[in-house]
Nanobody
Framework: QVQLVESGGGLVQAGGSLRLSCAAP????????MGWFRQTPGKEREFVAR????????YYSDSAKGRFTISRDYAENTVYLQMNSLKPDDTAVYYC?????????????????WGQGTQVTVSS
């Protein structure tokens, strides 16, 4: 089992920024693809961004493209999601995910490990 610990959520005004962090165990971090998903009540968990284990490639949802940036720090064993120009529609619980199998899909069903979630609320 891989424990993921998220932090950084909160309340921000529209147009503002937040940075989410997700720490993973040191002995596994380098081999894991990492991703961020989000979920609102009554909806399925949706893909936001992912980054390969080597950090060679990143992928974004259409809604995140141009506003969010996913990155990873191997010294800190942490993946980040920098969110800029936030909109009220970005309000959701954000989940960090990890996948030893490569993280090659945007489907939440294929990702193996999950964090506890952190609330992001964007006020208008």
């Amino acid at each position: 089992q891989v424990q993921l610990v998220e932090s950084g959520g909160g309340l921000v005004q529209a147009g503002g920024s937040l940075r989410l962090s997700c720490a993973a165990p040191e002995h596994t971090f380098r081999s894991l693809a990492m991703g961020w998903f989000r979920q609102t009540p009554g909806k399925e968990r949706e893909f936001v961004a992912r980054i390969m284990w080597s950090a060679s490639s990143t992928y974004y949802s259409d809604s995140a493209k141009g506003r969010f940036t996913i990155s990873r720090d191997y010294a800190e064993n942490t993946v980040y999601l920098q969110m800029n120009s936030l909109k009220p529609d970005d309000t959701a619980v954000y989940y960090c995910a990890a996948d030893p199998g490569g993280g090659t899909t945007d489907s939440s069903r294929t990702w193996m490990y999950w964090g506890q979630g952190t609330q992001v609320t964007v006020s208008s």
